[in-house]
């Protein structure tokens, strides 16, 4: 049996054991020195792998080289970024289109379609431009005689939409333009105006000045300081995220390994917030920057009619859209912000389609998610769900408008 007497002192007596609550303290220092240099170690870790495996910056982006406002892609460009875990392509023809190579001047004997929209329309995060949704698309419908161009920019509104066509796309000499709505934001984009972003290194820079002027501060979280949002132990964990490079990498496995397939759908009260706009009654900012949406979008369909091209739309959901569980509930009705669109463009002819009912049942009948884990933009399956259903509707529409009586 081992001896368990206190061990004798240097004049030979036997030593005192430490008081209980001694022994608690020095358990938990010991305990919290270990935390602490577990977690330094790990804050090196990740600082000393980021370093290894950074890629430098895309440089995506240029001002309107017409000096009209707005930005372009940079020509010419090939970089890359990791989203997720995986090394993306982000590449560039000689004009600016995330697109292959190919010539101002239309082919004979092909009908051109130009697709134009924001970074869903451009293909983030797609493996390939083959495999955004518009290469998914062209890859459909180019063998019944047509040519597809994407001219999809990160970032745009459709008032940036309605600058390009008029200074760009329509040189290409379109048959067909396909606007691709993105739900989550093209309200919000487009009411914010030309202005809202700078271009910085190559870099997008949004202006905070512009939401300020133009949104109430009540759905403006960002207009209320820091300090008077949250308490003293809130504001100084949230100073802390952008320079604790371990908590990002931590809450990013938590939330890829958490994020649900399907969920209880939450109107938030922030202006840039994507389920802002599925609440009802709209209040009177939501109502007035879907108004000047609306005449935006009008004044597209007018370009193209003047211009003998047919203009076609096409809306694309949000994350939280195809994920709810419900699609009604008190406050919000998910079929909104598209139901204004859908309405516009009926009493104007425009052909349209609404990407959501085929998204959410691929995701229900599949028990797969379209999008990327903590992202809000389409992962490769989520670009060829969308590119597909685009593909079957311009080819059902076509027949509809070359029938006989059609138009």
Known sequence: ????????????????????????????????ISISLLLVAGEIGIRMYRAKTKLPSPRSFIENPHGTGSYRLRPHLDAATRVA??????????????????????????????????????????????????????????PGGFEVLNFGVSGYGLADVALQIREEVLGFEPAFIVL????????????????????????????????????PPEFNPAAVPLHERHGPWKRWTRSLRPHVKLYGALRGISRRKSEPLLQEFKVRQSFTGRTFWSQKPYPPIAKQARDVTLETLAAISETCRENDVTLLVAALPFKEQVSSYTQRGSD?????????????????????????????????????????????HLNDEGHAVAGEEMAIWFRETLDRLSAPGAM
């Open 332 to 376: 919000f009705d998910i079929g909104r912000p598209q139901s204004f669109l859908r309405e516009f463009c009926e009493e104007r002819g425009i052909p349209y389609h609404d990407l959501l009912p085929a998204m959410r049942h691929y995701v229900r009948s599949n028990q797969r998610s379209v999008f990327v884990t903590d992202e809000i």
């Open 1 to 32: 049996m081992p001896d368990e007497r206190p061990e004798p002192n240097a004049a030979g007596a036997p030593r005192p054991p430490l008081p209980r609550a001694k022994r608690i303290l020095f358990a938990a220092v010991t305990a919290l």
């Open 85 to 142: 875990g995986k090394t993306i392509a982000i590449r560039t023809n000689a004009h600016g289109m995330p697109w292959r190579e190919v010539a101002r001047e239309k082919p004979g004997g092909v009908r051109r379609v130009a697709i134009v929209g924001d970074s869903f329309a451009q293909g983030l995060w797609a493996e390939s431009a083959e495999k955004g949704l518009a290469g998914v698309f062209a890859s459909i419908v180019e």
């Open 180 to 215: 691709v709505f993105y739900a989550g934001n093209d309200f919000i984009d487009t009411y914010l105006g030309l202005e809202r972003y700078g271009v910085k290194d190559g870099a997008l820079v949004h202006d905070d000045a512009v939401v300020r002027a133009k949104v």
